[in-house]
């Protein structure tokens, strides 16, 4: 995808972007390269691979979820910034807070907030078992997204915490997600969910699929949840 394709594909689903967040996302494409080479950020590292695989993919969620208002977004394991930071970028009056375990990752991420000279983000270093039971970050947040982390009725653990009551947990899977909501259909429900869309769609030009899964958090998730770290991968609510 070069930048021609990526700003038409954008404005073909309304997001728009001006000269200032292209510079962005190219600053953005120049550090996660730089960085990449002291550490490892991500195997996808070709200009037009990044900006299809990382960047465009990322903004997916701006096309199926709103995010024109200011909201509160927490992204559990976003790695090298997905999909939150791009989402920042096209949608800048979003609050975002980044949870990794990985501290060499928080460093990344601070030093590329600085350069692109964005407010209202936070880097959190630590486990999302143990970050969704703290009061400052339980049950805050009006969204809460996780891209490609954990099956489903893993991730519903480590994510249902941190959104408040009426908020929601969108999760961006690769394929097709069916069989994976079959399996986490009692893990959603017990921590306090409900499924309300799954959108299945294929990128632009290289055609692979992707589905966002949008679910609502219509009660509060009980105490025991989340369990401790490790816990939700080695038996997953079932």
């Excluded at 891209?147 to 690769?174: I, N, Q």
């Excluded at 589905?211 to 939700?232: A, F, H, L, N, S």
Aim: proline share 5%; with cysteine; aromatic share 8%.
């Amino acid at each position: 995808m070069n930048l021609d394709q990526f700003q038409s594909e954008l404005a073909k689903n309304g997001i728009v972007l001006s000269e200032e967040q292209l510079g962005q996302f190219q600053r953005y494409f120049e550090l996660l390269v730089e960085w990449n080479e002291k550490m490892n950020l991500t195997a996808i590292t070709e200009q037009e691979e990044v900006y299809m695989k990382h960047f465009y993919d990322s903004l997916t969620a701006g096309m199926y979820v709103d995010l024109t208002k200011p909201i509160r977004i927490c992204d559990i394991g976003a790695g090298a910034g997905f999909p939150s930071i791009p989402l920042k970028i096209a949608f800048p009056q979003l609050d975002i807070t980044i949870i990794d375990s990985l501290n060499k990752r928080i460093t990344f991420l601070n030093h590329l907030a600085s350069e692109l000279k964005l407010e209202h983000v936070q880097f959190v270093h630590g486990r999302a078992e143990e970050m969704g039971r703290k009061p400052e970050h339980r049950e805050q947040y009006d969204m809460v997204t996780a891209r490609a982390v954990a099956r489903m009725s893993v991730l519903s653990e480590l994510c249902l915490p941190f959104v408040k009551t009426g908020g929601t947990f969108v999760a961006m899977k690769a394929a097709s997600a069916a069989d994976e909501m079959e399996a986490a259909a009692k893990a959603i429900g017990t921590l306090g969910g409900k499924k309300e869309e799954v959108f299945s769609f294929r990128l632009p030009i290289e055609n692979s699929e992707r589905t966002i899964i949008v679910v609502r958090k219509e009660k509060e998730t009980p105490k025991k949840y989340p369990r401790k770290p490790g816990t939700p991968n080695k038996t997953p609510i079932e």
